[in-house]
């Protein structure tokens, strides 16, 4: 199993995987939040990082899941990217969440799985006027 790291700031890294444990309880245990204080320290977070990322591995690499790319927490994990070993994702939405479990459920790379959980949070957003018309006129 490839351990995910929530990474946010505020309590969105907590809130988010708690929605998604409570859509999918399975998700216990494959993913922990990290929320950082509006006010961070980056020395100080930076430390937790590293011992969080230290305490998930398991030797199959770890993902990172972030709120935006070039924002804080981003950058926070940045210096920890490691090929086959640390891969982050920005963008971290709901459904790439709830996509997790029935990913973890296959033998995929850490490469895989991050391809799969951007995938499935790109597929998530609509604007829902345009995706309803195109269904109703029978092309979508």
Known sequence: MIPVLVLTHGNLASELLQAAQTIDPSLE???AAM??????DSDEASRSLKKQLRELDQGEGTLVLTDMFGGTATNLALPYLE???????TGVNLPMLVKLSSLQGRSLSLDEMAAG????GQKSIRVASE???AKASGSG
């Open 29 to 31: 245990g494959q993913a």
């Open 35 to 40: 929320s950082l204080p509006w006010d961070v």
């Open 117 to 120: 959980l951007t995938a499935a």
């Open 131 to 133: 995706f309803l018309h």
């Open 83 to 89: 090929r086959e070993k640390i891969e982050i994702v």
